[in-house]
């Protein structure tokens, strides 16, 4: 299906754990977001990338690694994971940076719950 | 930075009445603002898309108006349903990165 997913929907995992999300597009969009979203802060970027293996940190990137080394991909990584990075986790694509003309497309989020 | 603001946080109405969202900016200096509506557990769904150059867009029943001077913008729904009932979020494009809202909660009651 064409369009931009991401997996796990949802996903529990302990303190100090590495988890990764995954964040997949098939427009061959250059450009791929990773934003946090929590109550009374709306959505927040963590990562950005321009192209394959070029990544660049958004707002608030500390505790997280970011990988494209294909175009279609994105994943996260939270690489040990605390309890202040509970949230609900969305990728989304643009044909070009910060879209002038067609804005973003997102994906439907993933859940993570750090306990 | 850029601060995006949208009042109010939640709006309950009764179908069919004709609403108004609000949304401010506080650096005027932007290239595009977006609309987007979110369904509970979903992803953002994107609505309208203004051009900094633009005054306003329509489709369907929703039409965006941009006030760059001033800092504002409008999404006006129009004979409201209940299957509108959703969060509703903007997003300011500054050539760095987009900037949300917190965004306004609509609830249409039938």
């Known amino acids: 299906d064409a369009g931009i997913t991401q997996s796990p929907r949802y996903k529990i995992t302990e303190t100090g754990r590495q988890v990764t999300l995954m964040c997949h597009q098939t427009?061959?969009?250059?450009?791929m977001f990773w934003y946090r979203q929590d109550l009374g802060h709306g959505l927040r970027l963590i990562y950005y990338s321009a192209a394959a293996d070029i990544t660049d940190k958004g707002e608030v990137p500390d505790g997280y690694v970011v990988s494209r080394s294909k175009t279609e991909n994105f994943p996260l990584t939270l690489e040990s994971a605390t309890r202040s990075q509970t949230s609900v986790y969305f990728c989304a694509s643009s044909e070009s940076a910060w879209d002038r003309v067609y804005g973003y497309t997102f994906g439907s989020g993933t859940r993570l719950t750090v306990v | 930075k850029q601060e995006v603001t949208q009042i109010p946080a939640a709006l309950s109405v009764p179908e069919g009445e004709n609403l108004v969202l609000n949304c401010s900016f506080t650096?005027?200096?932007?290239?595009?603002l977006q609309w987007f509506r979110q369904d509970p557990g979903k992803g953002l769904t994107s609505l309208l898309l203004i051009q900094s150059s633009q005054r306003e867009q329509t489709s369907g029943r929703l039409n965006a108006s941009l006030d760059k001077s001033s800092g504002r913008s409008t999404l006006y729904i129009a004979a409201s349903q209940p299957g509108d009932s959703a969060t509703y979020l903007c997003?300011?494009?500054?050539?760095?990165?987009?900037?949300f809202g917190t965004g306004t909660s609509l609830t249409v009651i039938p």
């Open positions: 650096d005027s200096a932007i290239y595009n």
């Open positions: 997003a300011v494009n500054t050539g760095n990165q987009f900037y």
């Open positions: 427009w061959s969009h250059s450009y």
